[in-house]
């Protein structure tokens, strides 16, 4: 057990039981506990494996690799259409969890297995992402833009591709490129301060 999750534990207000319960299952299945990203986190041989979450209506673990678990029992859920690899199952009451400890246990032992092939999530590329008109006219006016845009990491170059498609009318999508483009030009992604 990792003092750190236990004062994680401490400050827990509405899913403190349903996550001390899901500790307790995880560590039965001999992984590593540490406090990654502000949250419950447990690895096995360094390699993230799954989280505990606390969510206003629901508490979750999180399998890292979660899309390539069999999921047997049809409960793995992916979050959003653009969660590519992890996958939640979700609870709100401590009788859930108890009642499913050892369907937990087997996808936690999957997961420990996953890892240890070696298996990989196949990502999309950048380049399949649909950039809005909006933001593609920008790209091709300003070539500094387009070289920063270039310049950033995979992941910072999704973000911006996913917020700013997110809007249904034009003049919103415009806003959000015009608000973005200062930040692009200085290499920084969509949250970075």
Known sequence: MNPKVDAYLSRAKKWQKEIEKLRMIILDCQLTEELKWGVPCYTFQKKNIVLIHEFKEYCAILFIK??????????????TTNVQAGRQIRFTNIQEIIDT???????????????KSGLKINFKNTS????PEEFQNKLDEISA?????????????????????????????ELRVQKCIPQILDG???NDQ
């Open 188 to 190: 920084k992604g969509l």
């Open 145 to 173: 833009l387009k070289t920063a845009f270039e310049a950033l990491t995979p992941g910072r170059q999704r973000a911006y591709a996913l917020y700013f498609s997110a809007p249904k009318q034009s003049k919103t999508r």
């Open 128 to 131: 399949e992402y649909v950039f």
């Open 66 to 79: 979660g899309a390539l678990l069999n999921d047997a029992n049809s409960i793995l859920i992916q979050q």
């Open 101 to 115: 400890e050892l369907i937990l246990k087997a996808y936690v032992y999957e997961a420990i297995e996953i890892e």
